[in-house]
Structures are given as structure tokens and as C-alpha cells.
């Protein structure tokens, strides 16, 4: 980039720094898209990344009102990025522990099968166990689709994988599944 746009950078981040609105909104309208797609490539939930870009804005504001010292360009930028994959690391470790309850919730009690009947509790342990003898990944895709009720496109997202792949692993993990419930 050109002196006069780092200048311009420069003067951006100072004037934010004074809370000077209109600086802000410049300011804003050039990381926007930049920090959004990054974010929304590691969440895959469009959701998700709008709520995580807004939290990585709100930060950014605070911390040029607050101790941030404009050295140049690079600086800025490699700061941003550390409130994105701090961020983003937050975000990861919410989902997982979410994940995790929900592995406890399903041990602990007998849920419906899809079909709305009542699984005894017999059945629920051995669907734990067959759970239990399946791949790590397998398993986590069946109980996100089947208990938590997620989508494809949400379970790509927790498990960093395309959609097409989780598709795939849920299906053969359903056959391998049933193959150990003794069901066709």
C-alpha cells in the first residue's frame, strides 16, 4: 500500500483513538470484509461470523480508545488479527464445551428416536456403546445430527469440515451404527 494510505490508516486509528465517529465508520468499512471473510472461513455459519466480526469490531474500538499505539500498517493489521483468532479460539471453546454437554445430557437420559417413541433404557446403553465402538468423528456426527438436532452445515462448522464430507460420514457412520445394533 501506498505512504498516503498508510498515512491515512495512520490518521484513522488516531482520530478513533479521540472518538471521532466518522473515523470509526472509515475505519469499520475498511476491516469489515476483510475480518469477515476470515471468520466466516472457519465458522461456515454466516451467522456465526456477522456476531464474531461485530465482537472483533467492539474490541478493536475499545482497545484503540484504550492502550494501542499506531506503529504502522502491519502493526495494526497483525493486532486486528490477534482479536480475530482470539475471537475465534473463544468461539471454538464455547462450541466444544457445548458439544461436550450434550454427550453428557445424552448418557444421563433416555431421549426420543426419530419417530418420537421412547428408546427403553436398555437401548440407550447400547446405542452408547455402539456409539462408543465407532470412530471419534463418527460419533460426534451422529449424536449432533440425531440428539443435538443440528444441520449438515452446522456440524461441518463445529467439526471444521465441508458439508459434503460430514454428509458422507454420516451416512456410513448410520450403516456401521446399525451394523453393531444388529438392525439393517
Not at 484503540?64 to 486486528?80: C, D, I, K, P, V
Not at 446403553?125 to 468423528?137: F, G, Q
Request: charged fraction near 30%; charge should be negative.
Amino acid at each position: 500500500m501506498n505512504e498516503a494510505m498508510q498515512d491515512n490508516l495512520e490518521e484513522l486509528v488516531t482520530l478513533c483513538a479521540q472518538h471521532d465517529e466518522e473515523a470509526a465508520r472509515k475505519l469499520y468499512d475498511r476491516i469489515v470484509e476483510l475480518v469477515y471473510n476470515y471468520i466466516s472461513l472457519r465458522t461456515h455459519v454466516k451467522e456465526q461470523a456477522i456476531d464474531l466480526t461485530q465482537d472483533v469490531c467492539i474490541d478493536l474500538f475499545a482497545a484503540l480508545r484504550g492502550s494501542f499505539q499506531y506503529q504502522s500498517e502491519a502493526t495494526f493489521y497483525a493486532f486486528l488479527f490477534t482479536i480475530v483468532r482470539r475471537k475465534l479460539a473463544k468461539h471454538y471453546h464455547r462450541e466444544k464445551q457445548r458439544f461436550e454437554q450434550q454427550v453428557n445430557e445424552f448418557e444421563e437420559h433416555t431421549v426420543p428416536d426419530e419417530h418420537g417413541n421412547d428408546i427403553t433404557q436398555a437401548d440407550a446403553i447400547d446405542v452408547r456403546n455402539a456409539l462408543r465402538e465407532l470412530e471419534e468423528t463418527a460419533s460426534e456426527i451422529i449424536i449432533l445430527r440425531h440428539w443435538s438436532r443440528c444441520t449438515f452445515a452446522e456440524i461441518a462448522a463445529l467439526l471444521d469440515m465441508n458439508e459434503s464430507a460430514v454428509r458422507t460420514r454420516h451416512h456410513r457412520a448410520m450403516k456401521m451404527l446399525q451394523s453393531k445394533l444388529g438392525q439393517t
